[in-house]
């Protein structure tokens, strides 16, 4: 149980081992370029679906449809997110 605990510091001292030995310091920046592009990821996701959401609810209050439109617009922001992730995949924006 006491294992779980001294991890992180066998785990720092592994990394500052691996640098000592002449290999190449780690690159923040890259690093951070790959967290903002999955935070962007997981932005856009939920962003899309709730667009559907709301745009879906709104119209079913308008014409008192509740809950095809809903369905509907909840849908259509599910394949939205799918596309834009296609889209960054390929390199698009």
Known sequence: M????WAPYFFKEAVLSKRDK???????????????????I???IVAS??????M????DK????????LLVFSLLGAGAAFKLIFNFSKGKK
């Open 2 to 5: 006491l294992d779980i605990f």
């Open 22 to 40: 002449g290999n190449k310091p780690f690159n923040n920046s890259e690093t951070l370029k790959a967290i903002a592009g999955f935070s962007q």
């Open 42 to 44: 997981g932005v856009t």
């Open 49 to 54: 679906v709730l667009i559907g959401v709301l």
């Open 56 to 59: 879906g609810r709104f119209l």
């Open 62 to 69: 308008v014409f008192g449809s509740s809950p095809w439109l």
